[in-house]
């Protein structure tokens, strides 16, 4: 069974950026799609973004767009999200999961245990 691991997230201001990273233990990791998803109480668990094979072609939650960032490091087993100019609604336990290639929004496999990321007003 594959594990994810994502770490990096923190209590930050808003306007203030943060990265944060997931590293699954995937062999094959560069076979596949990535995507990001977060998560508050009370509410089912949206997509971020996702990243293809190879990262050429990314796809962006409208609130995040043109403000986050997805990479990934297939050197390093990485998958990372870029976060810039932070809002208070940003606010939520962010997770990775592979993602389907012709739904990049639709994770399949289990879930780790995310990262919290807070935002201050």
């Known amino acids: 069974q594959v594990q994810l691991t994502e770490s990096g997230g923190g209590l930050v201001q808003a306007g203030e950026s943060l990265t944060i990273s997931c590293v699954p233990s995937?062999?094959?990791?560069?076979?596949?799609?990535w995507g990001w998803f977060r998560q508050v109480p009370g509410k089912d668990r949206e997509f971020v973004a996702s990243?293809?094979?190879?990262?050429?072609?990314?796809e962006y939650a409208d609130s995040v767009n043109g403000r986050f960032t997805i990479s990934r490091d297939d050197t390093k087993n990485t998958v990372f999200l870029q976060m810039n100019n932070l809002k208070p609604e940003d606010t939520a336990v962010y997770y990775c999961?592979?993602?389907?290639?012709?739904?990049?929004?639709?994770?399949?496999?289990?879930w780790g245990q995310g990262t919290q990321v807070t935002v201050s007003s």
């Open positions: 995937q062999r094959t990791f560069n076979m596949y799609w």
């Open positions: 990243i293809s094979v190879g990262g050429q072609t990314v």
């Open positions: 999961n592979s993602v389907f290639s012709w739904n990049s929004q639709r994770a399949f496999g289990s």
